[in-house]
């Protein structure tokens, strides 16, 4: 089982601030995904196969890696970012999530 | 508009079972697979397994094969999971998402193992 490590656990932006989540996984894979969960609220995708940002995800997100290496980036954070973040990767039949990013804003 | 409606919250002693639903609408319940996600008191997303509702096949993640049993009614658009032998550890919500690309999620039922 590829075992996904997210840092940082937990992180307070400023308002316009870029924050950086990173995602590793314990092998190389094809692809990452990344979904958002508010507390109380189901998650919701939020940027699929890498790069691709979901129906009605703002444009200051974006999505990068490659290989055992990832990224979820927004450009100028907004409070209404304030959520956790999990990336979640499949392979070999099975599906993966990290442990999750806390973002607060400042 | 595509919605999954699940069941409502559920109480198990130790030991016994429980089975949740997960009432899909708004699309052709056959052409998607269906997932199911735990999510234990604040903590992170756990793949439980997937079924698909056309054939009835199954898989589960390696952790949950004992646990947990995915099946689906056709006729009612309907997909459950029963989780045996419950311990504490299975205090958790439990939530449907549709397809591999988990593009649609149900609103969770909390169940909660209690003596």
């Known amino acids: 089982e590829i075992v996904l490590t997210q840092s940082p656990t937990t992180m307070a932006a400023s308002p316009g601030e870029k924050v950086t989540i990173t995602c590793r996984a314990s092998s190389s894979v094809s692809y990452m995904h990344w979904y958002q969960q508010k507390p109380g609220a189901s998650p919701k995708p939020w940027i699929y196969?890498?790069?691709k940002l979901a129906s009605g995800v703002p444009n200051r997100f974006s999505g990068s890696g490659s290989g055992t290496s990832y990224s979820l980036t927004i450009s100028s954070m907004e409070t209404e970012d304030t959520a956790t973040y999990y990336c979640q990767q499949w392979s070999s039949n099975s599906f993966t999530f990290g442990s999750g990013t806390k973002l607060e804003i400042k | 508009e595509v919605q999954l409606q699940q069941s409502g919250p559920e109480v198990g002693r130790p030991g016994s079972s429980v089975k949740i639903s997960c009432k899909a609408s708004g699309y052709t319940f056959t052409d998607y697979v269906m997932n199911w996600v735990k999510q234990s008191p604040g903590q992170g997303l756990e793949w439980i397994g997937w079924?698909?509702?056309?054939?009835?096949?199954?898989d589960y993640a390696e952790k949950f094969k004992k646990k947990a049993t995915l099946t689906a009614d056709t006729s009612s658009s309907t997909a459950y999971i029963q989780l045996s032998s419950l311990t504490s550890e299975d205090t958790a919500t439990y939530f449907c998402?549709?397809?591999?690309?988990?593009?649609?999620w149900g609103q969770g039922v909390m169940v909660t193992v209690s003596s």
């Open positions: 998402a549709r397809d591999a690309g988990f593009d649609y």
């Open positions: 079924i698909d509702p056309e054939y009835g096949s199954t």
């Open positions: 196969d890498t790069s």
